[in-house]
């Protein structure tokens, strides 16, 4: 069965760009019709998405944050990554990717990673 | 930025059962867009509870159900039992500009 772990810095500084993998295994990334998700989670908070990337590159990202983000995948690695640049605390998150299931618009996420903290600080 | 309202909390005694409101609007749910429901227990990663609409995953157990109608949908817990207790969300698609995925602001069941 897949299973997705997220890796990457546990600290970043303000201003600077948070950097974050997700590793897939049991599957691979560029298989079947699926899109790749992350997902944020500010403590005592609710879920927010970030945005996604399917097989073929192609991605969609939050409004919110479109201008910050970029998503993007290493088929060789089996892993796709997370850059939001000019971070600031209220970036400050538990970070979730996630396989995003479904027919192109109205998906869900299963499975999901466990999650990473990132904290925004200097 | 969630667009799906919530109840903040809902308790209920073991045995009993319990709902969780989603409401949406003409963006979303009333768009006709589906919902989906997760769990997500304390300190871990949210897991998927209901997708479509109605549809339980393999190994959730069917006491829980939902339902979705216009712009609201419901999730029931029938049978609560301890291990319930944990926050869930609704999430859904919006077609608004500022839209995408969206999430429901989330409801605490507690487990009297």
């Known amino acids: 069965q897949v299973q997705l772990q997220e890796s990457g810095p546990g600290l970043v500084k303000p201003s600077q760009t948070l950097s974050l993998t997700c590793t897939v295994s049991g599957g691979s990334i560029s298989s079947g019709s699926y899109y790749w998700t992350w997902i944020r989670q500010p403590a005592g908070k609710g879920l927010e998405w970030i945005g996604r990337?399917?097989?073929?590159?192609?991605?969609n990202y939050n409004p919110s944050l479109k201008s910050r983000v970029t998503i993007s995948m290493d088929t060789s690695k089996n892993h796709f990554s997370l850059n939001l640049k000019s971070v600031t605390a209220a970036d400050t998150a538990v970070y979730y990717c996630?396989?995003?299931?479904?027919?192109?618009?109205?998906?869900?996420?299963?499975?999901w990673g466990q999650g990473t903290l990132v904290t925004v600080s200097s | 930025q969630a667009v799906l309202t919530q109840p903040p909390s809902v308790s209920g005694a073991p045995g009993q059962r319990v709902t969780i409101s989603c409401t949406g609007s003409?963006?979303?749910?009333?768009?006709?867009?589906?919902v989906h429901w997760y769990q997500q227990l304390p300190g871990t990663a949210p897991k998927l509870l209901i997708y479509v609409n109605s549809n339980r995953p393999s190994g959730v157990p069917d006491r829980f159900s939902a339902s979705k109608s216009g712009t609201s949908a419901s999730l029931a817990i029938t049978g609560l039992q301890a291990e319930d207790e944990a926050d869930y969300y609704c999430q859904s698609y919006d077609i608004s500009l500022s839209g995408f995925y969206v999430f429901g602001t989330g409801t605490k069941v507690t487990v009297l």
């Open positions: 990337i399917y097989t073929t590159g192609s991605t």
């Open positions: 003409s963006s979303n749910l009333g768009a006709g867009y589906d």
């Open positions: 996630a396989r995003d299931v479904g027919a192109g618009m109205e998906n869900w996420f299963f499975p």
